[in-house]
């Protein structure tokens, strides 16, 4: 009976269908985050950006302290190595100001009320990613 095996095939699909996209679909089925994960999560960001800023401020003072180089007297290889040490600290620099700003935006998604809610699906972000991240604006599936 061919017709029957075929529309057995057909009954079972929708439960493949669900495995294959099992992960996707937990995701933005999850639950909102509450008042107090938020509250703990608005601490852990508060006192992230403030190391951020931190840690900003030093490298700042290390960019400053190494700009007044000699080109002149130093070797070529001197030279090259300065170069690429405050390539290097430019680079960490913009990254942690890149950070700084994904902090604020944080804050302020939380002062709006759109804190945890991708912005992608508009489903709830998980907490544990959420706790992980502390700035993730979309789910990992939805990025
Ligand atoms: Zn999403």
Do not use: W
């Not at 994904?102 to 489903?123: F, P, R, S, W």
């Amino acid at each position: 009976m061919k017709t029957e095996t075929l529309s057995r095939q057909t009954a079972l699909e929708p439960f493949v269908h669900k495995n294959g996209n099992g992960l996707r679909h937990t995701a933005a089925k999850s639950r909102k985050l509450t008042t107090r994960q938020i509250k703990n999560l608005e601490t852990r960001i508060r006192e992230k950006l403030r190391e951020t800023h931190e840690d900003i401020k030093i490298l700042n003072g290390s960019i400053s302290e190494e700009l007044p180089t000699q080109p002149y007297s130093s070797s070529i290889a001197d030279n090259a190595d300065g170069h690429a040490e405050r390539e290097k600290i430019v680079r960490e620099s913009n990254h942690l100001l890149k950070l700084c700003r994904a902090l604020e935006d944080a804050l302020t998604a939380i002062k709006n009320g759109t804190y945890g809610i991708c912005t992608v699906c508009g489903g709830n972000i998980p907490y544990n990613r959420m706790a992980a991240t502390l700035v993730a604006k979309q789910h990992c599936e939805c990025k």
